[in-house]
């Protein structure tokens, strides 16, 4: 027992990070991505999520006691891409607010709203590519 303890099988080492961790890979079929309440075709929903997938943690944020409920850029004029999947039985929602330099990202499960911020050049890009594509929804 104290060897198992001590040394546990990688499987259960890996299912236990996939449990907590923040970032987690997502897989495209199990995946909605819309963009001002509309889905993304096939072709830009693959390339978003791969570029979600690659990109780089760079810090989370952390609420003040009591202000949990607010939730980041409500006064912000920028449109969020709206990821939606699940894990097991859990729905997760990731609001992606795109700038130049960063993304913001806010992570919705359960009662639980974790905000932090990423870096990937894919999905800048694809946010400054498709600044238009506003308009052609």
């Known amino acids: 027992m104290l060897k198992f303890a001590t040394n546990p099988p990688s499987a ?12 987690p890979k997502l897989s495209p079929k199990d ?11 096939e072709r830009e929903k693959l390339e978003f999520i791969d570029g979600f997938n690659k990109a780089t943690f760079l810090n989370k944020y952390f609420f003040i006691t009591g202000t949990e ?7 912000t004029n920028i449109t969020p891409f709206v990821i939606q999947t699940k894990r097991g039985k859990d729905e997760l929602k990731f ?10 990202v806010v992570k919705q499960y ?3 709203v974790i905000p932090y911020r990423v870096s990937s ?7 400054i590519q498709n600044n238009d594509y506003k308009n052609i929804l």
């Open 95 to 104: 609001n992606l607010y795109c700038y130049n330099e960063h993304i913001d």
């Open 121 to 127: 050049n894919n999905l800048q890009t694809f946010s």
């Open 31 to 41: 995946v909605n991505v819309t963009y001002n309440g509309k889905l993304l075709e």
């Open 69 to 75: 409920k607010v939730l980041l850029h409500s006064e």
């Open 110 to 112: 359960k009662k639980k």
């Open 12 to 23: 259960i080492v890996a299912w236990v990070l996939r449990k907590f961790e923040l970032q």
